[in-house]
């Protein structure tokens, strides 16, 4: 069943390519790639973990991934049915991003400082805590607090988390965008390097990994979309964007694992430890499915977590629960607590919800898809680019309505916003032509 369901997927994904008029970086598409790349995972570790994936799981994800393509081809028709083409790419000229030295020192120097502040906050938290005798026990501690703890870097951590996470990224966009226009490195574009890479360190102080890969899929979104919209053919944006996505998920891969060491997460073995976390999300779905599946107490229990909890910041008296789910058993005594994006649909709502569910965030992301190519509206871009994590992780954990109105998505989409506008707005849409006169 497991290299029926890989088949079936591969042949999803071929329609979502046509029908997305070949564009590798539709919503369909990366939802098709997303489900390939775990049940690929699956097949080739499920002899060892004595995995046998049983129809009703295959029927699930089908049915999940045929109705997200449903609701991105409806709004496709509605999108052309309103005068728009469904993706409308601009030319060089009016791509180029000129931004004084100036402003580049100063951005650079803010973000140092918040950079150290948010270094400073980590470490206080962890020896307020613990006494640790190095970096590698101090990351470890600090995911530990993190993630299974109410410890918090506090309002002025997280904003400083936020405000670097965004400045790397814009600085990633413009850097990327001015490069395809130009084709040259300017002496000013090192410290657009320096951003980024202070991004890095962010990431890294962050004691996840999972930011990794948002970081990463960002800019290889970013990439593919300004290499269409400097002028380049289909051919070449898809086999230049799907070369450089590879490099960046060999480098994502790499990172995952190297962290994993400093946080005590990971085994000797590169392999074991990336398919530990991208096959078994299937694998504890069908097991998950095997049981006689409940379904939650509270509508939207397990879904709507961040709406909840922005309710009962709002003073309203609603139940929540911890976003970690029960660990499940599978196989030869395997163990996790992820079960891809469609456990917590099937729980909270049926097959049926789980299927509209499914449609409508097919539909939303495809809307915001075709919105990032608007000219006169380039920081959909960035936001297209960041919010794709929630469509590549689909295979992992539920990453739509869990965090939909939720503090820390409103945080981060307003930082997003304010960094790129700080340093973008007006002088984004003049002519490349008057600037370099």
Known sequence: MGLLLLLCLCFMTFVAFELSNKDIISPWFITCLSFFASTFFLILVAPNWGIKIQSNTVWVI??????????????????????????????????????????YGLALAFETAILLLYIYKSVVLVKSQFVTSGLSEMMTYLRFLLIHTDASLGLLGIMCYYLGFSFSLVAAFILINNLLVIRKWEKKDLLLVAMILEGVVFLFFSASRYVFIIYLVAVAIIYINRLRATGSTRKIVNSKGMKYAAVLGVLGLSLFFVLGLFVGKNTSNAFDAV??????????????????????????????????????????????QSRMLDFIEFGNGYTTNVYTSLRRYLNDFGVVGMCIVQMMFGFVFSLLYMVSFNKKKSVFIILYAYLNYKLVLQFFDEEFLSTFFSIDEILSIICLVAVYYAFCYPIVFRRFKQVRQ
């Open 62 to 103: 089908l049915c999940a991934v045929a109705f997200f393509g449903v609701g991105e081809v409806l709004a496709q028709t509605l999108w052309n049915r309103g005068g728009y083409k469904s993706v409308r790419y601009f030319g060089s000229e009016k791509s180029y991003i000129p931004i004084g030295l100036i402003k």
């Open 275 to 320: 398919a530990a976390y991208v096959a078994s999300p299937i694998a504890a779905l069908n097991e998950f499915m095997k049981g006689n599946v409940q379904g939650s107490q509270e509508w939207g229990g397990e879904t709507l977590l961040g709406i909840r909890n922005l309710l009962n910041r709002f003073g309203f008296d609603v139940q929540t």
